[in-house]
């Protein structure tokens, strides 16, 4: 079955770039499918924030365009998540998740274990 | 951006009681495309409900989803030890996807 799992640093500093990685398993990004970003900080809500589909389109949270990129990297079978000048407000657990189905905007029903990044100096 | 108010922010309830959740959309929601997810203390959220009232894999039949347009319902028929949760809405009708802020079902 298809599995995901993230990783990357648990702690940035302010101003710096989060770098985050979810690996695929069971499934060829080649094959393509919509892949996705969600957080959320401590004890709150989730956020999405953003969708790629392997050929390059990209969907962001409009919250976070400016500073926000995903990418996939189909020889490794992996997608990532940059998130430029950070602040404490983007503590948070990050997950890649996929969509039921393979459209930009659906439900997420495979999640990733999730990665907590803490923005502090 | 369509905001989703739930309400209320916490459910406390009994094994065996009804519960009744409720999901509010600042302005309509495209026919099928309100979803629910079940997350527990530590845990991944889990999709339980899609397209409105359909349920995901190997969520059982005491859950139920209804509504439209801007109002929704997540009813769970009687509660179950493991049904202590707490569950978010999503919409995914316009992007970008939201989010409701959560209902916790405590006992």
């Known amino acids: 079955q298809v599995q995901l799992q993230e990783s990357g640093p648990g702690l940035v500093k302010p101003s710096e770039t989060l770098s985050l990685t979810c690996a695929v398993s069971?499934?060829?990004?080649?094959?393509?499918?919509?892949w996705g970003w969600i957080r959320q900080p401590p004890g709150k809500g989730l956020e999405w924030v953003g969708t790629?589909?392997?050929?390059?389109?990209?969907y962001y949270n409009p919250s976070l365009k400016s500073r926000v990129t995903i990418s996939v990297d189909t020889s490794k079978n992996q997608f990532s998540l940059r998130l430029s000048s950070v602040t404490a407000a983007d503590t948070a657990v990050y997950y890649c998740?996929?969509?039921?189905?393979?459209?930009?905007?659906?439900?997420?029903?495979?999640w990733g274990q999730g990665t907590m990044v803490t923005v502090s100096s | 951006e369509i905001l989703l108010t739930q309400s209320p922010g916490t459910l406390s309830l009994s094994p065996g009681e009804r519960a009744t959740l409720s999901c509010r959309a600042s302005?309509?929601?495209?026919?099928?495309?309100l979803a629910w997810y079940q997350q527990k203390p530590g845990q991944v959220p889990r999709l339980v409900i899609y397209?409105?009232?359909t349920r995901a894999t190997g969520i059982p039949d005491r859950f139920s989803g209804s509504g439209s347009g801007t109002d929704f319902t997540l009813t769970i028929s009687r509660l179950e030890p493991e049904d202590f949760a707490v569950y978010f809405c999503?919409?995914?009708?316009?992007?970008?996807?939201?989010f409701g802020g959560g209902t916790k079902v405590e006992i």
């Open positions: 397209g409105d009232s």
């Open positions: 790629v589909y392997p050929t390059g389109n990209t």
């Open positions: 302005q309509s929601v495209r026919s099928s495309h």
């Open positions: 999503q919409q995914y009708s316009i992007l970008p996807l939201t």
């Open positions: 998740a996929r969509p039921r189905i393979s459209v930009a905007n659906n439900p997420f029903d495979i």
């Open positions: 069971g499934y060829s990004l080649s094959n393509g499918f919509f």
